[in-house]
């Protein structure tokens, strides 16, 4: 018997990012201040968080109503919005059929109701926008990687940032009109003539390694699990490093 | 309390069996690693136990499967909020391999890794007494690839980051290391029924 492993791949998770532990346990009222439509199926929420610490860009955060009765539900919802020290967050949540959470955002909520919510939570999903990133999402796993695009613009950030992103078709692309030349929109239904429908493919991702900065992308991936899987496997076959390659899965 | 207003909540179901802030998943079994499921063939898995043991060792894939078959059927509880009831894993008890290794008097935590370099630190007491199993089926077939397949950790009364897929090896320490989720903010050892999702629960 061997007595020694060699790990296959490797998982080296550069850039781990310190989580405040006393910020992230601690529950707070957040105040629904504005809602708006963004696609058929998405609208976003914002809320005022007053002693909201901040984010990173990428990171999520946890979200709980409580019924009458004391019965709570929680959730675990990514932010959308930039870090931006207003003391508000924004969230995009779809509409999902029979969705407690979700069907109480769409049908009830409105502003100046109350919800709770602790965070910002995970270091690992997350940009501080020290490194080139390349980013793939799909439907509302767009979400995480806005906050991310929001982030490089407000600060005017040059280090280089792409994003693919998948909807089902333009109306169903969230964020359409804030989207700008770093994304290029994939659209699997139906799409404006002389665009391509289909999913995402080699065609799409090799480009963008082939104009791959000098030390790399770091990639971000976010979608539900085909989803990831599937971009994954684009990204690691047009030669981006498994180990460089950060993955959130809707669940 | 902090009622929400007009929210009322899926009907109530008492179900002693789901720890608190938990939902049933019922046929589902979402995926939630952060990295790219590894291209790992049995052939190609081995799982070593080493540190503070008598007899450091490392099984191969044959090796381990000639090990005392058990399995366990039960629960899980993911600290993104769903549980899963009535699962069956099939594998060999941790204890079986420890048994092999004889971990020493000192040691008191262990640190599992994955194939991909994914870690999660666990006491070891956790480890032991017929609490966690290495596992290659689920529901009688092979354990698929995205669910840690060839081969997995399977420590099912704590929240299942703890259960690291592609499992690698552990490793036996006098102290507590933390792993990949615990350094990115969760707790340091995840009981589902103290609710210990987050580091400071």
Not at chain 2, 119 to 133: F, K, M
Request: glycine share 10%.
């Amino acid at each position: 018997m061997t007595e020694t492993t060699t790990p296959p791949t490797g998982f080296a998770v550069p850039g781990r990012i310190a989580v405040d532990a006393q910020t992230a346990a601690a529950w707070q009222t957040a105040t629904l201040t504005e809602i708006r439509r963004e696609t058929p199926r998405a609208a976003t929420f914002r809320l005022a968080v007053p002693r909201w610490a901040g984010h990173l860009p990428g990171q999520h955060l946890m979200l709980r109503l409580t019924a009458p009765d004391g019965y709570v539900a929680q959730r675990h919802y990514s932010i959308a919005s930039a870090p931006d020290d207003s003391g508000h967050i924004e969230l995009t949540l779809d509409r999902v059929p029979d969705g407690e959470v979700s069907g109480w955002f769409h049908a009830v909520a409105r502003p100046g109701d109350t919800i709770e919510v602790r965070g910002p939570l995970s270091g690992f999903f997350a940009w501080p926008g020290d490194r080139p990133a390349l980013l793939l999402g799909a439907g509302s796993g767009v979400v995480p990687l806005m906050s991310m695009i929001r982030h490089h613009r407000a600060r005017g950030l040059t280090v280089p940032l792409r994003m693919l992103v998948s909807a089902r078709s333009p109306e169903e692309l969230i964020y359409a009109a804030e989207l700008g030349a770093e994304t290029t929109p994939v659209f699997t239904r139906s799409a404006p003539l002389g665009v391509p429908v289909g999913r995402m493919t080699a065609a799409h991702v090799a480009p963008l390694l082939a104009e791959q900065p000098a030390h790399g992308w770091e990639a971000y991936v976010c979608g539900t699990n085909a989803f990831a899987e599937h971009a994954s496997r684009l990204l690691v076959a047009a030669g981006q490093p498994p180990e460089r390659i950060r993955i959130e899965r809707f669940g | 309390m902090n009622v929400t207003r007009g929210f009322s909540g899926r009907p109530r179901v008492h179900n002693p069996g789901l720890p608190p802030g938990q939902y049933d998943a019922r046929d589902d079994w979402p995926v939630l690693s952060a990295e790219v499921t590894p291209d790992l063939a049995p052939a190609d898995w081995s799982f070593r136990i080493d540190g503070l043991v008598e007899h450091p060792h490392t099984w191969d894939w044959d090796a381990s499967h000639a090990l005392p078959a058990a399995a366990y059927e039960g629960d899980i509880h993911c600290v993104t909020g769903w549980s899963k009831f009535g699962v069956r894993f099939g594998g060999v008890s941790l204890d079986a391999f420890f048994s092999v290794v004889r971990p020493l008097a000192s040691a008191t935590h262990a640190v599992a890794r994955s194939h991909t370099g994914y870690t999660a630190n666990l006491p070891l007491s956790d480890l032991t007494g017929g609490r966690a199993w290495i596992v290659w089926e689920y529901g009688g077939a092979p354990l698929p690839p995205e669910h840690g397949g060839p081969a997995r950790l399977v420590v099912p009364h704590l929240y299942f980051w703890k259960s690291a897929k592609w499992i690698a090896g552990l490793t036996l320490l006098d102290h507590d290391e933390p792993g990949f989720w615990e350094r990115n903010g969760y707790h340091a050892r995840g009981n589902p029924w103290q609710e210990q999702r987050y580091s400071g629960d």
